[in-house]
């Protein structure tokens, strides 16, 4: 099985990323902070003000190794690659596919089944796991609710009526999420629903900024198998949106992101005065929490589990990869729809 080269996510504000020899090497303020072989990396995403030699970027392009660049909160600026390197025909198939309509129902109603029951998995978990019965019952009954929104998934005659089920579902799950923080945390890292662009309280902020290496995570997964990124089946194609990555991300959010970020809070390896809270409302990661933040994200990605459509142990850094590859299986017709990935 293909080997997972590491991200290398750079976060420190005015750092100089640049190559030497077969390294790239960051510095700051004039001093080397941090040197790696080429070889040992995937991509480099850069958050914020960060400057990238000339040198390097070609080099990365000449190597096949992305460079993305994102501001400060995480939202995506840029990607810089080299060819695109991928099979022409399983992208003519791909674009052939989506303008099936009943092909493009059955893929966004897995997309969406895969992350209703994922996010139905955090809240039993969550439940079994909580101190308090008041709690345990409130998460099992949410529970309860977003399995019967599974059954009426299948029955979405649209894929508007899908989206409806779910955001219906997003709703119930983010409205009883906080459950699942330790009682001590609850007061600093309250939320009411998700809130993005810009995120408004801790919680919301530390899943956005989480999300944001996840959708890169995607999006490359994508490219990797061939297929075109930007078009997708449950997510509105939209220029310059990369529709198809965020259908492949919908299944993981829960998986890589939620309950790492639940792990973080609870474990108060992420405090409340890891974030800053700016006029207006908007609330951010500050720079030494999200270092803290990468390096969780990249250990939980190194991470084995029993994938149950593979006879092996996998990483979990590998799953979006190999999602991708059914994906593509599914488009040319090899095997009959897609199932995603589902946590136990």
Do not use: W
């Not at 600026?77 to 052939?96: C, D, F, M, Y």
């Not at 998460?139 to 059954?151: D, F, I, K, P, T």
């Not at 142990?313 to 799953?319: E, K, M, R, T």
Request: some cysteine.
């Amino acid at each position: 099985m293909q080997q997972i080269l590491n991200t290398l996510y750079v976060v420190t504000p005015n750092a100089y990323v640049h190559l030497e020899n077969d390294t790239l090497r960051i510095d700051v303020e004039h001093e080397k902070r941090l040197q790696v072989p080429l070889h040992h990396l995937g991509s480099v995403v850069c958050f914020g003000n960060i400057v990238v030699s000339p040198a390097l970027m070609h080099r990365l392009a000449d190597d096949g190794k992305s460079l993305v660049l994102l501001d400060g909160n995480g939202r995506f600026k840029a990607r810089l690659e080299g060819p695109v390197s991928g099979n022409i025909l399983l992208r003519r198939a791909h674009h052939a596919r989506a303008a099936e309509a009943g092909f493009v129902l059955e893929i966004a109603k897995a997309c969406v089944a895969g992350k209703v029951r994922n996010c139905r998995q955090v809240l039993l978990r969550g439940a079994r796991e909580s101190a308090g019965p008041t709690d345990a019952k409130s998460l099992s009954a949410v529970a309860e609710e977003l399995g019967q929104v599974l059954q009426r998934l299948e029955r979405a005659p649209d894929l508007e009526a899908l989206r409806g089920f779910e955001g219906d579902a997003a709703k119930r799950y983010f409205g009883c999420l906080p459950l699942v923080v330790r009682p001590d945390q609850r007061e600093a890292f309250a939320m009411s629903g998700r809130t993005r662009r810009p995120p408004l309280d801790r919680f919301n902020a530390l899943l956005s900024f989480l999300y944001s290496m996840l959708m890169n995570d995607c999006r490359s997964a994508a490219e990797s198998v061939g297929l075109d990124p930007q078009l997708g089946f449950l997510h509105a194609v939209r220029p310059g949106r990369a529709a198809l990555a965020l259908d492949l991300m919908e299944e993981f959010r829960p998986v890589l992101a939620d309950r790492l970020a639940l792990t973080l809070v609870n474990r108060k390896q992420v405090v409340a005065g890891d974030f800053t809270l700016r006029p207006g409302g908007a609330v951010t990661l500050e720079e030494d929490a999200r270092k803290e933040v990468v390096s969780a994200y990249q250990e939980r990605k190194q991470e084995l589990l029993t994938h149950p459509l593979v006879d092996s142990n996998v990483a979990i850094g590998f799953l979006p990869m190999l999602q991708a590859r059914f994906l593509a299986r599914a488009i040319r017709g090899e095997i009959e729809g897609y199932v995603p990935f589902l946590m136990r």
